[in-house]
């Protein structure tokens, strides 16, 4: 029996005559095999094992498409903000930004946002609801997440560039941007 070693990458591959045994990956978190050794696809090829690019391996299959929330993802995204209204004054601030990649409801606003203003509007579940008013709206549509991204981005910088903190409905992404001291550029 002839044993040939294959080097690909992080996975070695043993070819024991026709079976493909591949060994478990050395070093490095993750890598799909879970200890020992497993068989393979016996190589019909030439020698070559070739997995296949996707699932469905036939023919008038279609490439997966990208996850919603990967970089890559080419669908439809908004992005919205969400503003607090002081229900005693009438001053409208905003509370926070995001990116939606979902469908839009009836309202033609996406559901992450409705369902986000809708709790925060309720009593029950948000005590400032007593005093404020939140109001959602759609700030831009583009058409891939990069591009959403950015625009999220940027929004965060400027809220920070001017008030010196992140808008209170946001955890993430945080400001990229160093606020300067006030009176940097009008002297000492």
Do not use: C, W
Not at 149 to 154: F, P
């Amino acid at each position: 029996m002839r044993r040939v070693t294959l080097g690909l990458g992080l996975m070695t591959v043993f070819v024991l005559a026709a079976p493909l045994v591949q060994a478990a990956p050395t070093g490095g978190k993750g890598g799909g095999m879970s200890g020992g050794a497993k068989i393979g696809r016996t190589l019909g090829n030439g020698g070559v094992f070739r997995a296949p690019a996707f699932r469905n391996n036939h023919p008038g299959a279609t490439a997966p498409s990208r996850h919603g929330n990967s970089k890559g993802s080419t669908n439809p995204h908004y992005n919205y903000n969400i503003f607090m209204k002081d229900k005693q004054t009438g001053v409208v601030r905003i509370h926070k930004s995001g990116i939606s990649g979902g469908r839009l409801g009836k309202n033609g606003k996406p559901y992450r946002t409705n369902s986000q203003v809708d709790r925060l509007n309720a009593p029950s579940k948000n005590p400032s609801a007593k005093n404020y008013q939140y109001l959602g709206r759609i700030d831009r549509q583009t058409t891939n997440r990069v591009d959403a991204l950015g625009h999220e981005q940027h929004r965060v910088n400027q809220y920070f560039l001017k008030h010196g903190k992140m808008p209170p409905g946001m955890q993430r992404p945080k400001p990229t941007v160093e606020r300067l001291p006030p009176n940097y550029y009008h002297g000492k």
